[in-house]
């Protein structure tokens, strides 16, 4: 079982910003493919960015492009999602997502995600 946890959410203003991490204690990520998902409050969950567990994949939905940015700290076994420019939107419960595999990282739900993450909330006030 790997244990993974998501940190870094909280509330801020509209255009503020927030950056997320998602790490598994003393497991290492480097053969895992990330996925940051939400869900907000009524809707599905849906993708939101992934990356690939080399590091040369790396996707974003339409809503969030030019405004998140996923990354890779392979030293220190995490992964990050820096959010700007928030909108109210943007809120909802954030999750990463593990899936050990090589291939391109997907965003869709269907794919063998193997571990979740119990959630991290992000509030964004107008």
């Known amino acids: 079982q790997l244990p993974l946890a998501e940190s870094g959410g909280g509330t801020v203003q509209s255009g503020g910003s927030l950056k997320l991490s998602c790490a598994a204690g003393?497991?290492?990520?480097?053969?895992?493919?990330i996925g940051w998902f939400r869900q907000a409050p009524g809707k599905e969950r849906e993708g939101v960015s992934c990356?690939?567990?080399?590091?040369?994949?790396?996707r974003y939905a339409d809503s969030v492009k030019g405004r998140f940015t996923i990354s890779r700290d392979v030293a220190k076994q995490t992964i990050y999602l820096q959010m700007d420019s928030l909108r109210p939107e943007d809120t909802a419960v954030y999750f990463c997502?593990?899936?050990?595999?090589?291939?391109?990282?997907?965003?869709?739900?269907?794919?063998?995600?193997?571990?979740w993450g119990q959630g991290t909330q992000v509030s964004v006030s107008s």
């Open positions: 997502a593990a899936d050990l595999t090589s291939r391109p990282c997907s965003m869709d739900l269907k794919a063998p995600w193997d571990y």
């Open positions: 003393e497991y290492h990520l480097d053969y895992y493919a």
């Open positions: 990356i690939s567990s080399l590091g040369g994949s790396i």
